[in-house]
């Protein structure tokens, strides 16, 4: 399976942008880009997903590059409930697989 | 509208002794699936099924057992507990086998054994 790159944590304010980066260089032309969250004590919850154009969503915004081997989600204003940890996953596209969660980016918003 | 319901919540068994974990969703999904994750860590697949009588194995399937008798519901049963055996279970669903397709978890069953 493809593998993705996250920072372990990032920091920002409550009501600003957040841009969360995820590195997926060897990911290969059927792969799906996937976002989840996790809350504290919750299961982990869908984002966003896209292939190759930018999606938006009413939770957030997924930024592909062109060549697809970076993608950034973005919250267009953080509150304080978007502290959660956040996981950046590919999946193939006709296949029964489950999701390869990694550690994820433990994000922190500050009041 | 109550997606992946996930009983009991917390549990806590002793080494050797046996338990199912339920898992039911009510939107009609075809595939489910079940996962755990311990401290620190993402989470990571035990058993899968892409429809009823249909199950397969993931990551991590050694000392669990499933079945799918019905499209509602995919019990996860410890055959004989072990201590590396605690860990939060969660249980999810999508709509269709296609794996882009988004997955809806429950808030899963915290499990801890003696």
């Known amino acids: 399976d493809a593998k993705t790159t996250q920072p372990n944590s990032m920091e920002s304010n409550e009501e600003e942008p957040v841009h969360l980066p995820c590195n997926h260089s060897t990911i290969s032309g059927t792969d799906y880009i996937h976002w989840y969250r996790q809350l504290p004590s919750q299961g982990p919850e869908y984002v966003i997903h896209?292939?190759?154009s930018n999606v938006n969503n009413r939770m957030a915004s997924l930024a592909i590059a062109e060549d697809r081997k970076s993608s950034t989600l973005i919250l267009h204003r953080a509150t304080l409930r978007d502290a959660a940890v956040y996981y950046c996953i590919l999946t193939s596209g006709g296949g029964a697989d489950g999701l390869t969660f990694g550690k994820g980016t433990h994000l922190i918003i500050q009041p | 509208n109550a997606g992946v319901t996930q009983t009991p919540k917390f549990q806590v068994l002793k080494t050797g002794q046996s338990m199912t974990l339920q898992c039911a969703q009510d939107?009609?999904?075809?595939?489910m699936s079940w996962y755990r994750q311990d401290p620190g860590m993402g989470l990571r697949l035990i058993h899968y099924s892409v429809g009823a009588g249909i199950t397969d194995q993931g990551e991590v399937p050694n000392g669990y057992n499933v079945s799918r008798s019905t499209t509602e519901d995919f019990p996860l049963r410890l055959l004989s507990a072990a201590p590396s055996q605690t860990s939060v279970y969660f249980c999810?669903?999508?709509?269709?086998?296609?794996?882009?397709?988004?997955?809806?978890f429950g808030d899963g069953t915290r499990l801890s054994i003696l």
């Open positions: 896209g292939l190759t």
């Open positions: 939107m009609n999904h075809e595939y």
């Open positions: 999810a669903s999508r709509s269709g086998r296609a794996s882009n397709q988004p997955q809806h």
